[in-house]
């Protein structure tokens, strides 16, 4: 029997793209029911993450012109990551299976049929994967393999070019929502789940219309949730940089001892001011590490919903069984 797929898009301020994204999901959809690799009742699955523009009211209409369109509203915009877990979690209890993507069909819509036929195959997770990234600029190209290059240091298990185009099965799904950290970073979870998983490879397109919603600052606060969730390699950097400075600062006292000794007390004041000045900068920069744990400690202890749902435009036959049930 071919598989009930939930196809999971989160967006944030997305009006320009929205009614190309539906045409062209809604088409290629209708195309994997007709070719036995999805099932008559899947879905697209959008995700308003608190959107400011129009992004909400086109979902809505969407969803009462075409059958295939839900909706899940959330009540203000929670981030990319959480947008997508809250999507993920209301298709875990309805869909075989879902595969998460980007709102502005920068993720090749056709390797849909293969991450299908993979999950008919018996896995559980199918990584979308890119093939090459010359539609990124320079700086985002070599920031992201930087990115990747520094997780692997750090002993993270990560995909090499997986974005978040991926397909998870139910039983994954619900692996998934046994996590229940605050500070999310889903590439780095997924692949502690385990189960079977297989790849699919793909050309990434550039964005069609809208601007990126990730601009540098929220890129680099990600990529630090990314490593500071998954890593505690840099307090222990930490620590090993406080040994080295501590066994050269005996040196330098040894020296001093030694000059003062042989009458040698040139007011060194260079010195004095350069090295108060790095190990200052040191122990400020060592310090915003360890507060950097201490803040997430301090997320998680909270343990603050990570997502609100103000409002779920479900599936129609389900509305009709509910009603039909009063
Ligand atoms: N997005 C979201 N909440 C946010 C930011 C982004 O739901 O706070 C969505 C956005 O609508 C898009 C996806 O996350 O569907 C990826 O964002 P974008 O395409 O802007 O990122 P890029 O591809 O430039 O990294
Ligand atoms: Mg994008």
Redesign the pocket.
Known sequence: MPAKIYLV??????EEVLPETTRRLTEKLEEMIASGRASADSRILY?D?GSADRTWEIISRQHEENPMVLGLKLAH?R??QN?LLAGLMAAKDEADCAVSM???L?DDVDALDEFADKFAQGCDIVYGVRNKRDTDTFFKRASALAFYRLMQILGVDMVYNHADYRLMSRRALDALSEYREVNLFLRGLVPLIGYRCDYVYYDRHE?FAGE???PLKKMISFAIDGITSFSVKPLKIISNLGLIVSALSVLGLLYALISWATGNVVAGWTATVSSIWLLGGLQMLCLGVVGGYIGKIYSEVKARPRFRIEEYLRPEDEDEEKKRKK
């Open positions: 898009v989160p967006c944030y301020n997305e995700v993450d915009n981030g990319h947008a980007d709102a502005d920068q964005r990126s919603k990730y």
